[in-house]
């Protein structure tokens, strides 16, 4: 049950470095759309969750430090992200010109494909920090290897992500910043824990 580990070793994390994490959630959420591109804030949010697994001390100038040295990966991978949101949506937009039950349901087929490309996509971003070859497309299959021999932790990622979604946005539309610094914590912890007992198992 690691997402369940995870779930509590990432609340830990938020409450331990809270003043941090939101802090830097809701700067980089709003410096996101006004100054600092998305990619460059994820890379530092990604970067910091990594230190912390490492119990390494955290602060602002490392969550800076992290966003320049990791900006590079996160810009390649928005780049790709971009691409094939845009090749799903066209194909989306060619079937449901058709009234034929066929289109509608090809349109449906690729609203189901997206989803399923979308979804381990936390899981890429953290696996990619652990790994020798830097590579989009090894953090891409080493992230999607990952998300299929533990589906429920990307259940439970994904789950309690829409489930804090209700009381913050209920609360203020600002909070809703506070969302991607949790998908980091328990993303990256559910990676932490994966690579922790697969060091563990070969060393007995």
Same mark, same amino acid.
């Given at each position: *049950?690691?997402?369940?580990?995870?779930?509590?070793?990432?609340?830990?994390?938020?409450?331990?470095?809270?003043?941090?994490?939101?802090?830097?959630?809701?700067?980089?959420?709003?410096?996101?759309?006004?100054?600092?591109?998305? !990619? @460059?804030?994820?890379?530092?949010?990604?970067?910091?969750?990594?230190?912390?697994?490492?119990? +390494?001390?955290?602060?602002?100038?490392?969550?800076?430090?992290?966003?320049?040295?990791?900006?590079? @990966?996160?810009? +390649?991978? *928005?780049?790709?992200?971009?691409?094939?949101?845009?090749?799903?949506?066209?194909?989306?937009?060619?079937?449901?010109?058709?009234? &034929?039950?066929?289109?509608?349901?090809?349109?449906?087929?690729?609203?189901?494909?997206?989803?399923?490309?979308?979804?381990?996509?936390?899981?890429?971003?953290? /696996?990619?920090?652990w790994q020798s070859d830097r590579r989009v497309?090894? &953090?891409? +299959?080493?992230?999607?290897?990952?998300?299929?021999?533990?589906?429920?932790?990307?259940? /439970?990622?994904?789950?309690?992500?829409?489930?804090?979604?209700?009381?913050?946005?209920?609360?203020?539309?600002?909070?809703? @910043?506070?969302? !991607?610094?949790?998908?980091?914590?328990?993303?990256? +912890?559910?990676?932490?824990?994966h690579l922790k007992n697969r060091v563990g198992?070969?060393?007995?």
């Open positions: *049950m690691k997402g369940f580990e995870a779930l509590g070793l990432a609340a830990g994390d938020l409450w331990e470095d809270s003043w941090l994490l939101v802090g830097t959630g809701l700067v980089g959420g709003l410096a996101s759309l006004l100054l600092l591109p998305f !990619p @460059f804030v994820l890379a530092a949010h990604y970067g910091v969750a990594e230190k912390i697994t490492g119990d +390494r001390a955290v602060s602002v100038r490392l969550w800076l430090q992290c966003g320049r040295e990791h900006a590079r @990966f996160f810009y +390649r991978w *928005m780049l790709m992200m971009v691409a094939i949101s845009i090749i799903c949506y066209g194909n989306l937009y060619f079937y449901w010109r058709y009234d &034929a039950a066929w289109a509608q349901i090809l349109g449906w087929v690729v609203i189901g494909l997206w989803l399923v490309w979308l979804l381990p996509q936390p899981l890429v971003l953290a /696996i990619y920090f497309r090894v &953090a891409l +299959r080493n992230g999607v290897l990952l998300a299929l021999s533990d589906p429920l932790s990307l259940l /439970i990622l994904w789950g309690s992500t829409l489930l804090l979604a209700i009381p913050l946005g209920y609360t203020s539309e600002l909070l809703l @910043f506070l969302l !991607p610094p949790w998908m980091v914590l328990l993303s990256t +912890r559910i990676v932490w824990l198992s070969t060393t007995r």
